[in-house]
């Protein structure tokens, strides 16, 4: 009997610590996902991946952590719509993402911003424990118009 087994190769899909070494592997891990699907390094493409995953990844480890719990990092590469999907998953399920009002004094509030900018379509997506943050990424064309409140799903 011959028994194929396919892997997919448009799905990256990763459990890292929930610890700052673990943000960082998840941005250096987008780089080399994305080298291997054409998009290089130094590409916009790449760059602005890496930027959302940072910054989905720095809020994943500090807000969303559960001592002892992993987070978990997919890339799904969507070629019928030439986009990037990006999930960011962890385990609390808690918490509300809220956009911060914050003062030019104050120093936080940045990454949700530079989700909402960057992405074309962001949001949250409940989970049995914990949640999904993810957001999608053009690779072709430019950023498109979108809501600044999560599209909720799930
Ligand atoms: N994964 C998450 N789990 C729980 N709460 C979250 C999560 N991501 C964001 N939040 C909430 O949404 C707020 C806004 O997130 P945002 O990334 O914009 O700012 P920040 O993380 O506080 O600061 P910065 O990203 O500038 O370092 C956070 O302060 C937090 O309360
Ligand atoms: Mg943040």
Redesign the pocket.
């Known amino acids: 009997m011959n028994l194929e087994i396919s892997t997919p190769t448009n799905e990256l899909s990763q459990r890292l610590s929930a610890t700052p070494r673990g943000a960082r592997l998840a941005r250096r891990l987008t780089a080399t996902q994305l080298a291997t699907w054409g998009y290089p390094h130094d590409s916009d493409a790449s760059h602005t991946a890496q930027l959302l995953v940072a910054?989905l990844a720095?809020?994943?480890v500090?807000?969303?952590r559960v001592p002892g719990r992993d987070f978990e990092l997919k890339l799904t590469l969507l070629p019928e719509k030439d986009t990037l999907r990006i999930e960011v998953s962890?385990t609390?399920g808690d918490?509300e993402?809220?956009?911060?009002d914050g003062g030019s004094e104050d120093?936080?509030?940045?990454?949700?911003?530079v989700v909402f900018v960057l992405s074309a379509r962001w949001g949250v997506a409940r989970r049995t424990v914990g949640k999904t943050?993810w957001a999608e990424l053009p690779l072709t064309s430019r950023r498109r118009p979108c809501p600044r409140r999560p599209v909720p799903e799930g």
């Open positions: 910054e720095a809020n994943a500090t807000h969303g962890d609390r918490r993402l809220r956009f911060l120093e936080h509030g940045r990454g949700l911003v943050v």
